[in-house]
């Protein structure tokens, strides 16, 4: 399964572990080219929108932060 084909079932069909594995990748960021990294980031993203509480340990590696629109 490649992140470009991933859809709302395959994010739902997703482990712990598989997230963790993702995470890994990104953590150690040892890729061929940044692009390999960017789908890698682009499907955690696409994770936390779906299933954030998969996502909630490794919150730090997208560097969302929250501000206030007021």
Do not use: C, K
Not at 14 to 25: C, H, I, K, Q, S
């Amino acid at each position: 399964m490649t992140s470009l084909s991933l859809t709302q079932e395959h994010i739902s069909e997703l482990t712990p572990e598989d997230v963790a594995a993702l995470a890994g990748r990104l953590e150690t960021d040892d890729y061929n080219n940044p692009f390999e990294a960017l789908q890698d980031w682009h499907l955690l993203r696409a994770i936390a929108f779906q299933r954030q509480e998969l996502v909630e340990p490794y919150i730090y590696l997208l560097d969302i932060e929250a501000y206030d629109e007021a």
